[in-house]
């Protein structure tokens, strides 16, 4: 149960999701996806080594509880949390539907405690771990439209700060990573067709700064970090 460190990522899709999880693979991490779709994860268990797919929805605790007993039953406690899961939409205040803003809460910031709840106790024990977090522009600016939306990820930024505070001290190593940029995946491929290249960052390019945040020396540790294409306007 201890040969391998164990990472767990949540929010595995086709773009960022997968890209963390290849990178942590290559690793050497015995590595946990999360998603609440089989679809993704289970081709990724098939082709990664020492890759396993769960199927857990962070906005319930009783869920994410059930999942982190059953990695440390099956493999043990996880070294690496990467909380990439999220909820969005777009409207603006008089647009959206209230609920809507609700359940990006619920994923968004509640599933982030009810992750680092249950994995900190065994981090703190051990004196060691990193708890990392995928956000976005919305964490620090609330567009008009984005109304639904950017609350949450603010929340969530101020959350993961507030365990980074209390965490840090005991040698676990929180940081939020801030990306300014359109993920290059087909959906926005097909949606923004006429963008150049240099318009979108690069999923393998973000899971290999994770990873960076991840070797970081304890004496230069980041919270807060920034990425954006070398093209974009800030």
Not at 12 to 26: L, W
Not at 117 to 146: C, D, Q, W, Y
Request: charged fraction near 20%.
């Amino acid at each position: 149960m201890t040969d391998k460190p164990i990472a767990v990522v949540t929010g595995v899709g086709p773009g960022t999701g997968s890209a963390i999880v290849r990178r942590f693979a290559a690793g050497g991490f015995r590595v946990i996806a999360l998603a609440r779709s089989p679809d993704r994860i289970r081709v990724l268990e098939q082709e990664l080594p020492d890759t396993h797919a769960l199927i857990c929805d962070v906005s319930s605790a009783s869920q994410v509880a059930d999942a982190i007993a059953h990695v440390r039953k099956l493999y043990g406690s996880p070294n690496v949390l990467i909380h990439n899961a999220v909820g969005g939409g777009w409207g603006t205040y008089l647009e959206i539907d209230p609920q809507m803003l609700e359940h990006n809460f619920r994923v968004n910031v509640m599933g982030l405690l009810y992750l680092a709840r249950e994995v900190a106790p065994a981090m703190i024990e051990a004196g060691s771990g990193t708890i990392l977090v995928t956000g976005n522009t919305s964490a620090l600016r609330g567009k008009a439209n984005f109304a639904g939306f950017a609350p949450t990820k603010a929340a969530q930024r101020i959350l993961s700060e507030s365990i980074a505070r209390d965490l840090g001290p005991r040698g676990i190593h929180v940081a939020y990573v801030l990306i300014d940029a359109v993920i290059d995946v087909p959906r926005m491929r097909e949606r923004l067709r006429e963008a150049p290249d240099a318009f979108f960052i690069k999923p393998p390019a973000i899971a290999d700064e994770l990873w960076h945040l991840y070797t970081q020396d304890r004496s230069a540790w980041s919270f807060l970090t920034e990425l954006r294409p070398f093209a974009e306007k800030w």
